[in-house]
């Protein structure tokens, strides 16, 4: 059974939609045919408002920016950047280097590996970017959550929790909840938070995708629950291998690993989508640092993607 179909992630009615929250971008993904129409529960607290943003017009600095091809060159950073030694025991951090000078925006991770532990240094890297007046998004590892947390959380969301399928998206729905309180307590503001879909060492995705995608989908609603458009990080193949056809239908960064600016470009071609979403940027590993490239067109609006502090 295709994915698509078994995930279509349906608007829950009743007390327990959040009602607060502003809408930004089309409804996330799927809802598991049949077993995950979601209920109101008591236990399925609408997330806070996303804070209204100062919207900086980004105009005049776009025309600063230094622009290769309509390319605007950019970083990522996340929890191996700390200063060593912070973090769960599996995902110490290492004090890897810190974006080059000449990026112009920065992805911030918030996760330190697996959801439900945040990025150790995450307040710190906020500070980072907003002394250089950069501007900034965000991303978030989606993973497969233990039973303890599926125990705590299943019945905790928008979800039929009584249902396997329906438990795994409630508690998804909860990874990304628990994201954006840390993002909000670090003082970090983004329209678009990036899930980040791919195998996680150390804390396996299960076998069956089917329940993988559900854990996603419920990820995808949670941001979107709480007033963030999203897009996804990954590749088709690592995709593919973590929640088979799903399609989201939203934007994508595509990673291009240990290659150069050049491929990371190429990954903006229409033979690089990876659930059916438009590419916004091309990532590359050069010199230990996480390099991005903007897609052809990105350049023109930049604050569609990010905030400027």
């Not at 240094?121 to 039973?147: K, N």
């Not at 659930?275 to 604050?303: F, K």
Request: glycine share 10%; charged share 20%; with cysteine.
């Amino acid at each position: 059974m295709g994915l698509v179909a078994l995930l279509a992630l349906a608007a829950c009615a009743g007390d327990g939609e959040p009602s607060s929250a502003p809408s930004s971008g089309p409804p996330a993904s799927a809802t598991p045919t049949g077993v995950v129409t979601p209920t109101p529960t008591e236990a399925a607290t609408p997330p806070p408002a996303a804070p209204t943003p100062t919207r900086d017009p980004l105009a005049d600095l776009v025309e600063e920016v230094e622009v290769d091809e309509g390319e605007v060159l950019g970083a990522d950073m996340s929890w191996p950047q700390c200063p060593p030694g912070l973090g769960i025991p599996q995902k110490r951090s290492s004090g890897q280097p810190m974006p080059v000078a000449e990026a112009r925006y920065v992805v911030v991770g918030l996760t330190n590996g697996p959801g439900f532990y945040p990025n150790p240094c995450l307040a710190d890297q906020v500070a980072w970017v907003r002394e250089r007046r950069l501007m900034v998004g965000a991303y978030a590892v989606a993973s497969y959550p233990p039973a303890d947390r599926i125990a705590r959380h299943g019945q905790d969301g928008p979800y039929d929790g009584s249902t396997d399928l329906g438990a795994l998206a409630n508690t998804g729905y909860q990874q990304a909840l628990f994201n954006v309180r840390s993002m909000r307590a670090a003082g970090l503001t983004t329209p678009v938070v990036w899930v980040d879909v791919e195998p996680v060492p150390d804390f396996a995705w299960s076998s069956d995708r089917s329940a993988n995608a559900a854990v996603v989908s419920g990820a995808a609603r949670g941001y979107e629950d709480a007033g963030y458009r999203i897009g996804v990080y990954s590749t088709p193949l690592l995709w593919d291998g973590v929640v088979g056809d799903l399609e989201l239908g939203v934007p994508e960064w595509r990673a291009a690993g240990q290659t150069s600016r050049v491929e990371a470009r190429s990954r903006c071609g229409d033979d690089w989508t990876i659930q059916g979403g438009e590419a916004v940027l091309g990532q590359w590993v050069e010199a230990d640092r996480d390099m991005n490239i903007t897609c052809p067109g990105v350049s023109a609006d930049l604050s569609a993607w990010f905030h400027q502090f």
